[in-house]
C-alpha cells in the first residue's frame, strides 16, 4: 500500500523550512568561543552570520577571574576557534577550562587558539616580577582593548585566522575587514577630534586597566586607588590618595563599568572630583552595544568628567 500523506506533508512544510534557514546562522558556521566581549563583537564583525559565537563573560565580570563553569566548557568543547586577550589576562581560569573542554584544535599554539594580546605593542611590560608586587602580568598590561588603534591592529590578525580555520569562506572574511576597517578609520578620526580637549590631564584609576586608552589620548594617570593590581582599594591606601591629590590635583577618577565603586565614590567625595564609569568593553553600558558603541560612549563619559 502506498501511504503518500506524509511526503505531501513535507512537501508543504519546505517553504517553511527555507524561510526559516534564512534567518539562522549558516550549517556550515564556524564555533568561536571568545573569552571575553570585546572579540566576541570583533568576531561578529569580521564573521558576521559565518561564525556562531559564544562569549565566555559579560562587561559586569571581572576579567581575571571567572569560574570555569560547566556551560563553558561545555562551549569551548565545541569551539572551533579560541578569541582570547592572553598576555596572561586568562591565566586563573582559561588552562582549567582548556584542560576540562579537552578540545585538540583551540590548544596553546594550535591555529584554533587566537590571542590578540600577541598582535599589539605592551605597554607597563615589568622589569621584576614578584608576586608582593601584586596581579602583575609578566608580559605587560592585558587590557588592551581600551585603545581603539590595538583593535585595528587585532582586526587585522584575526581576519586572517578566521581565513585559516576557515578557508572556504577566506574571501568573505577579507571583503569583511576591508569594510570594517574604512568604518574603523573614519570612526578613530571622530573620536580623536573629539577628544582632544583630554589631551595631559591628570586623572585617577582605580584598577591599572587603562594604560592604553590613557596613552592614546595622552590622559596622565597621577594615581590607581588599587594599593596593588588586583588587589582591593583599602582606607589606609585611599587616604595617602587623597592626600596625594592635595599636592597634584587630578581631574577626575576612572573606573571600569564592572569594578565595585566604593572606593571612587569615597575618594570623588572628598577630593570634590567626578567619577567616569567607562564601559571598559562592550555590553559595559547603554550606549556600549557594539566596538564602536564602546569608544563613542567611552569619549563621551570621559569629556563629561572633565568638565
Ligand atoms: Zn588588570
Known sequence: MLNIKPNLRLLTALPLLAAMCAVCAPAHAIKVFACEPEWAALTKELAGDQATIYAATNALQDPHQVQAKPS???????????????????????????????????QTSQPGQFNAADYVRKLEVPTRLDRADGDVHASGNPHIQTDPRNIAAVAQALSKRLAEVDSVHASLYQARLVDFNTRWNQAMQRWAQAAAPLKGLPIVVQHKGFPYLENWLGLNEVASLEPKPGVEPSSAHLSEVLSLLQRQPAKFVVRAAYNDGRGSEWLSERAHIPVAVLPFTVGGSDKAKDLFGLFDDTVDQLLKASK
Open 72 to 106: 563553558l566548557i561545555a562551549g569551548l568543547r565545541n569551539a572551533d576557534l579560541l578569541v582570547c586577550t592572553g598576555a596572561e589576562l586568562e591565566i586563573g581560569w582559561l588552562p582549567v577550562l582548556l584542560r576540562q573542554a579537552g578540545n585538540p584544535a583551540v
